[in-house]
């Protein structure tokens, strides 16, 4: 390689550390400041140190510059390889395995299962019932009643099939679980009117409360202001929404929100105020609540099923420990654009929405199962606020079978019949 090779590489190398050093240097340091009105006595002794570095590697870089040239050379080549995988491939590879994870979740609103209103539809296809005597049972709800991280008969709706069947040998029961993730008293309703009123069922079980309060949130998976409808709401469409845009919220909180990137040439950007953190309205849907469930309740008594409606346990309570903090999830809904609410808030919120439905099955008539009384605020029943582990599950449903009275609904002529 020819010294004027050499000398560009070199030059290059200097303007390129020199750009860097200079980064620091354009800094206004916050608070008590003591070199030049400008840096604070901690980054007057950083600047010195990297100035100094800076210095005697360009020094050393001149003199010995011709043993340095090809090294020189392959890291300018490694430099631009760096900027083009980072500006070209990466962003590829993120989306590819975006697509890919999403592929195999069971919230992707575009597997085999999606429904493509709904987004993800758990529930089976189902027509009429095989035997005549069938007493058919319907379960809605959320993950909770879905059954989130538990096997199908691990479920509560399956552990009460099993229960029924067992404790009602000369009946047949048919517990049919249609909760789906993400779900609220509104698609309840709506798939209730659109779907699960054909398949005619005896019994209809009610569970919300949790998925309801949470889509009152207008951050993540939203598209902006609360409406009643909950239409605003993403839910399971939201993993999906423009990974590439995802991509690059994650490199601009990596490259922003450490020192380096706030200390860097700061003089040159306007410093922003951090906008303020509003406390978010956690009851703001709690008419609408209502007016699903009793609407829901009145569809289904019109059709001649049994109602019930279940109020719904969560871990919230005074005194919890550490490990059960650690657990919860709920403000993964408020942190980017509201103040998180406290425990207690979350907690009196759950509260609230089981209230509603305590008065909804009063004065519409549905028979009302108060799990959030019965069921222990644990982590033996639940794994995070309110989904439930296999022990939960299983009391759940035991709950449900002790608290409704099956014998005046099992009449004696349908035993008969089905003996």
Known sequence: ????????????????????????????????????GKYTKSYSFFLAFISVLWLIIIWW???????????????????????????????????????????????????????????????????????SNTIRILTLGGSTTYGSKLERNQTYPAVLEKLLNDRYPNARFEVINAGVPWHTSMHSLLRYVALYATWKPNIVIVMHAFNDIFQTSEGKLTSGTFRGDYGHFFGALGLRVNPADQFAEDVQRLLMNNWFARTWYSDLFPREATPKKRQVDLNRALPYFRRNLCELVKRAQDDGAQVVLLSQPSLYREGMSQEEQDKLFYDYYYRDYALIPTIQTQSAAMDAFNQATREVAKTCGAFLIDLEQSIPKALEYMYDDVHYTVRGADQVAREVLDGFSWEAYVSLDRIQKAE
């Open 1 to 36: 390689m020819n010294l004027k090779a050499i000398n560009i590489y070199w030059l290059l190398f200097v303007v390129i550390t020199g750009l860097v050093w200079l980064g620091f240097v354009l800094h206004t340091s916050a608070g008590e400041v003591l070199l030049l």
């Open 61 to 131: 870089g001149w003199r010995l510059r011709k043993k340095l040239g090809q090294g020189l050379r392959i890291a300018g080549l490694n430099f631009l390889i760096t900027v083009v995988i980072m500006i070209a491939i990466l962003p590829s590879v993120f989306i590819y395995m975006h697509q890919k994870s999403l592929k195999n979740n069971v919230f992707n609103p575009l597997s085999p299962d999606a429904h493509s209103f709904f987004q993800i539809d758990m529930a089976p296809q189902l027509s009429e019932p095989e035997h």
